[in-house]
T-cell receptor
């Protein structure tokens, strides 16, 4: 049973579009992570957040602890943003992962 | 710091053979995790170490799988008598235990069992 739900599973966007990927979880957590995985590549951590909002370049991550929900936004999307985005949380000694959202940005 | 290193990047083997993968974590990291990932899925937990102690192992993991981290540095994952269902990407990640624990992943070892 996957305790992390992501939506959508697949997303295709035109270059320049604003993109939102959603993540819901069912337990109390200490931190939520957004990860990026390029085809054939390793996984890179984008954000770790426990409250509010974080911004890094064109990427913004938000979390609502009470609603157990987080979103990852990409502004002015670019083809190099094409990747799988994975939501994850840890409970002290265990990490749980969503199945990922596969994003394709078309030029 | 060269990050988390995994070897080999690719392994093709015949069913029934044994395979061993190696992971070199970031040097100051005390935790090391092994995950398995198949196409379209997120990473699936296999096992993790804190220093040299193996603290948790997935209940779904067959006894054909074994992992070691003998000196609390590099780790090896061995699969005995491989089956076609073992074909997957095997990912290693390391971290520093604590409230702000963050995983750093290697590039993975892609295993194909023929």
């Amino acid at each position: 049973k996957n305790e992390v739900e992501q939506s959508p599973q697949n997303l295709t966007a035109q270059e320049g579009e604003f993109i939102t990927i959603n993540c819901s979880y069912s337990v109390g957590i200490s931190a939520l992570h957004w990860l990026q995985q390029h085809p054939g590549g390793g996984i890179v951590s984008l954000f770790m957040l426990s409250s509010g909002k974080k911004k890094h370049g064109r990427l913004i991550a938000t979390i609502n602890i009470q609603e157990k929900h987080s979103s990852l936004h990409i502004t002015a999307s670019h083809p190099r943003d094409s990747a799988v985005y994975i939501c994850s949380y840890n409970t002290g000694n265990q990490f749980y992962f969503g199945t990922g959202t596969s994003l394709t940005v078309i030029p | 710091d060269t990050g988390v290193s995994q070897n080999p990047r690719h392994k093709i083997t015949k069913r029934g053979q044994n395979v061993t993968f190696r992971c070199d974590p970031i040097s100051e990291h005390n935790r090391l995790y092994w995950y398995r990932q198949t196409l379209g899925q997120g990473p699936e937990f296999l096992t993790y170490f804190q220093n040299e102690a193996q603290l948790e192992k997935s209940r779904l993991l067959s006894d054909r799988f074994s992992a070691e981290r003998p000196k609390g540095s590099f780790s090896t994952l061995e699969i005995q008598r491989t089956e076609q269902g073992d074909s997957a990407m095997y990912l290693c990640a390391s971290s520093l235990a604590g409230l702000s624990e963050k995983l750093f992943f290697g590039s993975g070892t892609q295993l194909s069992v023929l």
